[in-house]
């Protein structure tokens, strides 16, 4: 089941909101219940064959969290951060990993059919999150075996982030007030994720998807390049819209999640771009990778194994393929250059030199991402920039199909909206823009070719 879903947003988004609202403000605890139960079935849905792996990690996490009390708390976590990481890696790479030795070595091992559990990436992420803190004594140990189950299952965030951090919810699984204004802001900032989602994306979609279809070596340069520029849009829409969506369904139910997306097509360098992009899993390796390695307050050499160890792990958390981690570190390397040799030069560039630096960069790093392999990666880079193919018809298609499209992309990159609610006039204009968003969306997803039951698989 998806937000962008028509049976989410007529049946379990209604369903789940009467149920916890017809419930008395002062029983949290009911409500968190009502929460707990709804998500657990939200992932059911989705999953039913592997929800016993989302709860065995719920188990497991709660007693390493109570155990962090004990003398042997040290050994206790290097255990819990390998029984973790461990139920990733044979769910999520382990058959990837076997794959790739068959391939490399001949050894014809047999590849087990093992399915990826939905969202194992983030729930694994929130619950090493929780160990850690408690770890550090930064939260008390949750004692409430639902309290914890909620905070690593509730359903706004468990399938497509954002990684919610537990020393930021801790208080608020306990405590937090209900007010029909932060309800009206939750429905205005699901509404805008959700017509990221639809109205945007899924038409960029269509571009990517276009051109990716063909060969490398059928594409013009202009073709190669209006794939890589679908796909930089698709990606943002997409990913953003899921956020705004989750951070919204957090505020109809009391929850403040952290922001997970700042505009990063506006940054004027790559560091920016990622102090903007994926905030959340950003700063999860920060916290949890990079400073326990050391972070810059090491030697120079050090402090490179460090950024490139970070973001290999960053680009193969994102999914078991070679083009994921080859991402990951070709944004390392990037890093790296900027923070040891670039920085002082392109803050000397003027303001649209920088925003083009950075953009050019970003859109390079998205075709490895959407690369089915690194072979198709490598020469889909080689069309966009010596293709001798004539100009490919279906760019002049797209253009005059998808321009309008494509205009409000490159603006809505931008952070429109927020100056646009800072103004008196939208507090008319608000009401009727999201009544037409909801209409325009509704739809879009009647009309649409796929089918809007299906599931998000992470």
Not at 5 to 23: D, K, Q
Not at 150 to 160: G, N, R
Not at 353 to 367: D, E, N, R, S, T
Request: proline share 5%; glycine share 6%; hydrophobic share 50%.
């Amino acid at each position: 089941m998806i937000f962008s879903s028509l049976i989410f947003l007529f049946f379990f988004l209604p369903a789940v909101l009467f149920c916890y609202y017809i419930v008395p403000q002062n029983f949290i605890r009911v409500r968190n219940a009502v929460l707990l139960l709804f998500s657990l079935f939200f992932y059911f849905y989705g999953e039913p064959k592997l929800i016993g792996v989302l709860i065995f990690s719920i188990l497991m996490n709660y007693l390493f969290g109570l155990s962090m009390r004990s003398t042997y708390r040290k050994p206790l976590l290097i255990l819990c951060v390998i029984a973790n990481l461990s139920l990733l890696g044979v769910f999520k790479y382990l058959n990837f990993f076997i794959s790739s030795a068959d391939s490399l070595f001949g050894l014809g091992i047999p590849v087990p059919d093992i399915v990826m559990p939905i969202g194992i990436s983030f729930y694994t992420f929130q619950a090493l999150s929780y160990v850690i803190d408690v770890y550090r004594r930064e939260v008390p140990p949750q004692h409430d075996l639902f309290s914890l189950a909620l905070y690593v299952s509730m359903f706004p965030q468990l399938i497509a982030g954002p990684i919610v951090r537990y020393h930021d919810v801790n208080v608020q699984l306990a405590v937090r007030k209900h007010s029909f204004a932060q309800f009206s802001e939750g429905i205005s900032r699901f509404l805008f994720g959700l017509s990221k989602k639809v109205l945007l994306s899924n038409v960029f979609a269509q571009i990517a998807d276009g051109v990716f279809k063909y060969a490398p070596n059928e594409l013009s340069a202009a073709g190669a390049w209006m794939g890589a520029i679908g796909y930089t849009l698709q990606i943002y829409f997409d990913f953003s819209g899921y956020s705004d969506m989750a951070i919204g369904l957090g505020k109809m139910f009391g929850f403040e999640f952290l922001e997970n997306f700042n505009y990063p097509y506006i940054s004027k360098s790559v560091t920016e771009f990622w102090r903007r992009w994926h905030i959340s899993l950003s700063t999860w390796f920060r916290d949890y990778v990079y400073i326990p390695l050391g972070g810059n307050r090491c030697s120079p050499a050090r402090h490179i194994f460090n950024l490139l160890a970070v973001w290999t792990l960053t680009g193969f958390w994102h999914g078991a393929n070679w083009t994921f981690m080859a991402w990951g570190l070709y944004f390392g390397v990037l890093l790296i250059l900027e923070k040891k040799f670039l920085a002082g030069w392109i803050t000397r560039l003027p303001s649209v030199l920088q925003h083009l630096y950075a953009l050019f960069f970003i859109v390079i790093g998205w075709v490895f991402f959407r690369s089915d392999s690194m072979g198709l990666a490598v020469q889909y880079l080689g069309s966009m920039f010596t293709s001798t193919v004539p100009l490919n018809r279906f760019v002049i298609e797209y253009l005059l199909r998808f321009w309008p499209y494509l205009l409000f992309g490159v603006v809505l990159s931008a952070p429109v909206f927020p100056r646009l609610k800072s103004t008196r006039i939208w507090r008319v204009l608000e009401f009727p823009v999201l009544a037409v968003l909801f209409t325009l969306c509704l739809m879009r997803l009647l009309a649409s070719s796929y089918n809007p039951f299906i599931y998000f698989r992470f």
